[in-house]
């Protein structure tokens, strides 16, 4: 958008993009947006972008959308914009002239110099780069008198278990299992983020779909805390347990986290904002094996109720999205990373007290929302309320 922007505005653009498709999530997996309950907040490009998706389906207006349609709209705007787009193409490093950036130095020893530069990654690496300050993880309530920052308690949640299960199930999950007095105190900060996924499109269309298959590597047992949860509940587990399945044109899907135990895996996402780039491609490869591993277990394992497995065995990995990656989402859900800290930096009071401003620069409405950050192994009795049942 930033780039389109700058070009239909009479700018040189050059558009940056490490990996080797445009959109992000927008395009890696991400259809089902949470745009119908707040349409009235979208305007300009954005609002063009999902009248261009309607456009695809014989509809004014779109905002649920197969993930090649996204890319095809995005790569057709930078050529009608005239962008020049450099895929495959990483930050190396900058040159500083006093506080601005002279010039992007990238992987290939090229250099770029421009009159403005702007970091819409999701990563931070250019503004890394360039000594902007950032922060990574949980802030205390204390820093910016915020009610609801830090660590939260224990809460009933649609992301919490509904019954207790024995931590001694854990399987694979152990090495991120932390234990209670291992954590910080409520409302302190630390280092860790929110969890990360993939949104994985699957296709109830038999002809263009493949089988779910296993990762390499695949083992049960990685698999047997949820078992456990899923026996726990008995008759009341259902899918949205484990996964939320939003439903996308030409009987695709877009497959979200849901419950305690799903694709995200808690823990394994906080390395990711400053490491280096194999350390984020075995990242991103542990989260994918573990949503592989995950739906291939929800699809065979006899652990799972039938209906479950009935549910989810309708779909397969559609032939006719991400090719270049036999099926799977090349975009990892990097829910959060760095966060610049300029010159405002917006709290819950923007959010919740004060949300009118005289300068606005734009509009936007959601639910203050964090994704689980980390398994806590606990005695039940100290969190009664927690469970349904105890």
């Not at 990563?123 to 902007?132: I, K, M, S, T, Y």
């Not at 291939?296 to 065995?313: E, M, N, Q, S």
């Amino acid at each position: 958008m930033a780039a389109v922007t700058a070009a239909l505005s009479g700018a040189e653009v050059v558009l940056v993009e490490p990996g080797q498709h445009l959109g992000g999530m927008v395009s890696g997996g991400l259809g089902k947006t949470d745009m119908e309950r707040q349409e009235h907040f979208i305007g300009g490009h954005a609002r063009r972008f999902f009248e261009d998706v309607g456009a695809r389906y014989g509809q004014s207006l779109a905002w649920r959308f197969e993930p090649h349609v996204a890319e095809k709209i995005f790569i057709e705007w930078v050529e009608r914009a005239g962008v020049e787009v450099r895929l495959g193409s990483m930050i190396e490093g900058v040159e500083m002239v006093d506080t601005r950036i002279g010039s992007l130095r990238l992987e290939d020893r090229s250099m770029i110099k421009a009159a403005a530069y702007v970091d819409a990654s999701y990563e931070g690496d250019l503004l890394a780069a360039a000594g902007a300050s950032f922060a990574i993880g949980r802030e205390s309530r204390s820093l910016n008198g915020e009610s609801l920052a830090g660590r939260r308690e224990l809460l009933p949640d649609p992301h919490q278990f509904r019954a207790p299960v024995l931590a001694s199930r854990a399987g694979g999950l152990t090495r991120y299992l932390q234990p209670l007095d291992g954590i910080c105190l409520p409302g302190e900060g630390d280092n860790k983020i929110q969890s990360y996924c993939y949104r994985i499109c699957l296709t109830a269309d038999r002809a263009n779909g493949e089988p779910i298959p296993p990762p390499t590597g695949y083992d049960a047992e990685q698999y047997q805390l949820l078992a456990a949860y899923l026996e726990a509940l008995g008759e009341r587990a259902t899918i949205r347990d484990v996964l939320g399945v939003g439903e996308l044109p030409n009987g695709k899907t877009d497959i979200n986290s849901g419950g305690p135990i799903s694709t995200n895996l808690l823990g394994a996402s906080w390395a990711y904002p400053e490491a280096d780039p194999a350390t984020r491609r075995r990242v991103a490869a542990d989260h994918r094996d573990w949503a592989l591993g995950l739906l291939y277990f929800l699809t065979h394992d006899r652990a799972v109720p039938r209906a479950i497995r009935d549910k989810l065995g309708r779909y397969g990995l559609p032939r006719d999205e991400f090719v270049a990656t036999d099926g799977w989402p090349h975009q990892l859900y990097v829910r959060e990373a760095r966060r610049l800290q300029g010159e405002y930096v917006l709290t819950q009071d923007d959010l919740m007290t004060s949300p009118h401003k005289p300068d606005s620069i734009g509009l936007g409405g959601y639910n203050i929302d964090i994704r689980e950050v980390q398994w806590v192994v606990c005695p039940v009795s100290r969190f009664p309320d927690v469970f349904d049942e105890v």
